[in-house]
């Protein structure tokens, strides 16, 4: 703004040379290819270099996200983009110009070239989260908003601090900071909406998070300020009023000049769905005879660890309710019958070290490996669970949570899961039940496959991660 000295804001969007890097990682395989294979470089090796990097741009490669799994960037970006450029590079050479032996050579070029643009990604991501944890190039925001949901983006960002979305305090207009829904829990507020210009030129301020506040700010209080944001070049979030209801099928339109969204809903009984469950039924009977001499030695295990069952049973519910036997490897000595009753703390799940720890040996490893979780395997054979999905409850703790959350409910619309959404994102164990619901919730409503792909790989990730 004129007559402040203060900063240039910094740039959430990432820079250019990231199109350059990929250009040049491109150009740098085609010409590696060529010079191995003895294959020169023709200009159908030139337009597929061209084509990968420009499928990249169209899919949205380029444009920074708040959060994107870099799995799915992979996926979606670079490992699509290939397979198209090589597609349509090979139609059109075999419609227009069939030149012998030089089709192992393109696809020894889309080989190549796929796995250096996605080693380029992986170190330009990691580069990024490194230096966003390091606080440099670090986008400072200033959050609109005093409410709950604003007090939930300032958590999240913070707990995130690899995003680069730094939150350094709010802007509200119920004027006295002491009373606000936020007072004592989060950052300070810095002023009111009308204080805007004062608190630019105090702080160094780089975007601004609209959050939908309860305190219902007119809509050209609001139109105000994103025009000044944007006057002061600050880029602009904004967590639309219906956010909870907001998913990956929602459509955006057109009305003339007004925006419209359809709000298309999930269909958990969908064809998809169903061969989603077809799916998982076949690879985990594949999966069984697979690791079978696995789940022998671990059975073996159990059984010389201490007396009684390899296997433990739990009543767990799944879909609509449905109840059934949970199948795991055995961890724990028997329970003494005189032992007092063990009850999670107030909004926490159960689950981990239940009260006294009568963990076994062969218990805690399998615990901590998480191959205690192998048998359910034939949960998912039989068909009362999915690979992927939210993780089943007890029926006890099921009736209490279904009361004290509205949205609980709503996560028995599906299969329930080996591994699932919350899981990948750290909520297992005694964590909070709310935020485990709000993740399995969010899963449903914008499932995909490939989503499961992701999740599953995440999991694997992490197997071996402690599961105290």
Not at 264 to 275: H, K
Not at 335 to 356: F, I, M, N, Q
């Amino acid at each position: 703004m004129p007559g402040q000295s203060a900063p240039t804001p910094a740039a959430w969007h990432p820079p250019r040379t990231r199109l350059l890097v990929d250009v040049l990682v491109v150009t740098t395989a085609v010409a590696l290819v060529a010079v191995v294979r003895d294959h020169p470089v023709d200009p159908w090796t030139i337009a597929y270099a061209s084509m990968a990097v420009a499928t990249m741009a169209a899919r949205g490669a380029y444009v920074r996200r708040l959060e994107d799994s870099l799995l799915l960037v992979l996926v979606r970006h670079v490992v699509f983009s290939a397979v198209v450029a090589l597609m349509a590079t090979t139609t059109l050479r075999v419609l227009v110009d069939v030149s012998p032996g030089s089709g192992r050579s393109m696809v020894a070029i889309c080989v190549v070239s796929t796995v250096a643009l996605a080693v380029a990604r992986i170190g330009g991501a990691y580069y990024d989260r490194h230096a966003h944890r390091r606080g440099t190039r670090t986008v400072r925001a200033v959050i609109v908003g005093c409410d709950e949901v604003a007090l939930r983006v300032e958590q999240r960002l913070r707990a995130r601090p690899d995003i680069g979305l730094l939150p350094i305090g709010y802007l509200d207009d119920d004027g006295d900071p002491l009373t606000t829904p936020v007072a004592g829990r989060g950052l300070p507020v810095l002023g009111t909406l009308g204080a805007l210009r004062q608190v630019l030129a105090r702080h160094q301020v780089d975007a601004i998070v609209l959050t939908p506040a309860e305190n219902a700010m007119s809509h050209s209080r609001l139109i105000d300020l994103v025009k000044q944001a944007h006057a002061a070049r600050l880029t602009v979030f904004s967590i639309p009023l219906l956010h909870p209801v907001l998913n990956a099928r929602t459509e955006h339109h057109r009305l003339g000049t007004l925006p419209v969204q359809e709000l298309r809903p999930v269909d958990p009984r969908s064809r998809l769905y169903r061969a989603k469950y077809v799916l998982d039924r076949i690879v985990a009977t594949i999966a069984i005879v697979v690791l079978s001499p696995l789940l022998v030695a671990i059975a073996i295990a159990v059984k010389l660890s201490d007396p009684g069952p390899a296997l433990f049973r739990q009543r767990r519910v799944g879909l609509d309710g449905h109840e059934f036997d949970i199948l795991k490897f055995r961890s724990m000595r028997q329970a003494d019958a005189s032992a007092p009753a063990w009850h999670p703390p107030a909004g926490s799940a159960p689950g981990g070290v239940e009260g006294v720890d009568r963990r076994t040996a062969v218990g805690r490893f399998l615990r901590r490996t998480n191959l205690d979780e192998l048998p359910q395997l034939l949960n998912i054979a039989r068909g009362d669970m999915s690979i992927v999905g939210p993780r089943p409850e007890r029926p006890e703790f099921v009736a209490r949570y279904s009361q004290a959350l509205t949205a609980y409910d709503a996560r028995h619309r599906v299969k329930s899961g080996l591994t699932g959404w919350a899981q990948v994102h750290g909520f297992r164990g005694q964590t909070s039940i709310a935020e485990r619901a709000e993740w399995d919730n969010y899963y449903i409503e914008n499932w995909t496959f490939a989503l499961d792909v992701v999740i599953v790989l995440r999991t694997l990730k992490t197997f071996f991660e402690a599961d105290e």
